[in-house]
């Protein structure tokens, strides 16, 4: 789809606001603590009773190494030990949380993230795959969407094999940049060679889809420079890239505050690679699926998208938004029914709740029936450039001009420059509006003006 995305540098710059992600709306800076574990049993059992399927989300926090751009929630540490304690309180976890589920519902989909998963060794690993398949219903004829998070330093051959032995199917590549100089002032070397050893293998593994990473607005990014990566990327054929604008952030992430404020690229700069990337991508036969994120046409997200099945939470553009999400794990989210419940993000604090036999949910939210509505129409925008009001109206019982009738204005502006087409059966988000589309959904985010935009990075 060529026309999939129009560069508009003038509408760029008027409309290139800090923002949520959503990954969930309302988003996880709404959460509160008086969300706790008595909700998430009360929305396990809704779960049960109605016997929906599952995502699982499992939270590997280890590291042994330090990049400097990250905000995941990890635990830097060379002592491989560490994994142990943090396993058997994961277990703990996995059972606690597993007996108010019904046997019956299926695994649909599993993501190990982290961190660096592969920090675990192969026993680990295997022992950890072992309770979750003897406590919950994990699908054994490679239908299920199976995926890991791949550190290529720390995996190899055998470690591929196994993970493939163990029931994924698809791994996710962490590149992030190519170039030597930026890996050093990121503290990530990592060579084209590693990268590709580990591709090699998922290939002749039949891993069932690649994706890789990579990161614009890094110090010492130069267009130059990042395309000849992207170009290199382009040359491993991943089934999806995700391309992530680099948010500075270093007051709310501390390894930030080892890169030079200095060296970053300037806005600018950092659009013109974002504008080449894109171009490469396109191209290259890629997709624009939405929000960062690429794929080739035959796979599963650019055909959910044409179908009008694709959706968005916690896992990011996902075919299984109708699973129920369980997050097990130091600082994992779940979304369970109309609950957004997460662990405690401190591993102390996480390890010893379930020291004492007790579930390790700090904080959450319950969502109301206005959350739901302006869910809904957020999830029809981000995923499919489009929202049709019948479609919203008939789910919800509203009018739907009556009930957002004060955003109206807000929405006449936004189609008179060009970042929307707006009628009276509905939104379309127009080419040069398509990278913009976070911008459009802030429009009905009901919280967004009681928050920090600070929290957040910029929609490009």
Not at 51 to 77: D, E, G, M, Q, W
Not at 364 to 376: F, S, V
């Amino acid at each position: 789809m060529l026309d999939a995305i129009r560069w508009d540098t003038d509408l760029i710059h008027r409309y290139d606001l800090a923002g949520p992600r959503y990954t969930s709306y309302p988003t996880a800076v709404q959460f509160t603590s008086q969300v706790g574990t008595f909700d998430l049993l009360h929305a396990l059992r809704d779960s049960r009773k109605a016997v929906r399927p599952l995502s699982l989300y499992v939270h590997v926090p280890f590291c042994a190494n330090i990049c400097y751009y990250c905000a995941c929630n990890k635990v830097i540490t060379k002592d491989r030990g560490r994994a142990q304690a943090y396993l058997q309180r994961l277990e703990q976890e996995i059972q606690l949380v597993a007996c108010h589920l019904d046997p019956h519902q299926q695994v649909q989909q599993l993501h190990f993230g982290g961190g660096t998963p592969t920090f675990l060794s192969h026993d680990e690993l295997r022992q950890l795959m072992a309770q979750l398949r003897q406590h919950f219903n994990l699908l054994d004829d490679d239908s299920g969407d199976y995926g890991i998070e791949i550190d290529p330093r720390e995996a190899d051959w055998a470690t591929m094999g196994l993970l493939r032995e163990l029931g994924f199917n698809r791994v996710s590549i962490g590149v992030q940049d190519l170039d030597p100089e930026v890996q050093r002032a990121v503290n990530r070397l990592q060579s084209l060679e590693e990268t590709r050893a580990v591709i090699d293998a998922a290939r002749t593994l039949q891993f069932r889809s690649i994706n890789i990473d990579l990161i614009y607005g890094l110090p010492k990014q130069t267009p130059e420079h990042f395309a000849h990566t992207v170009a290199e990327v382009i040359s491993l054929q991943p089934d999806r890239l995700s391309v992530f604008n680099y948010a500075h952030l270093p007051e709310r992430f501390l390894p930030q505050r080892r890169i030079n404020s200095e060296d970053l690229p300037a806005p600018a700069v950092k659009l013109q690679m974002l504008q080449e990337t894109i171009e490469q991508l396109t191209a290259a036969g890629y997709t624009y699926i939405g929000m960062d994120h690429f794929a080739l046409p035959d796979d599963e997200l650019a055909i959910a998208q044409e179908e009008g099945t694709l959706q968005r939470n916690f896992q990011g553009y996902t075919t299984h938004g109708h699973c129920d999400l369980i997050g097990l794990g130091v600082s994992a989210i779940s979304q369970i029914g109309d609950l957004y419940c997460q662990n405690s993000s401190d591993l102390s604090h996480y390890q010893n709740a379930l020291a004492g036999a007790q579930l390790a949910t700090s904080r959450g939210l319950l969502c109301k029936a206005d959350d739901r509505l302006r869910g809904a129409v957020i999830q029809q925008l981000i995923c499919h450039f489009s929202l049709d009001f019948d479609s919203i109206e008939q789910a919800f019982t509203v009018d739907f001009r009556g009930y957002f009738a004060e955003l109206w204005p807000q929405l006449e502006v936004m189609a008179s420059d060009g970042l929307i087409e707006l009628d009276a059966k509905g939104i379309r988000v127009l080419p040069a509006g398509r990278l913009l589309v976070r911008s459009v959904c802030m429009v009905f985010d009901a919280y967004l003006e009681q928050q920090n935009r600070q929290r957040f990075s910029r929609v490009i």
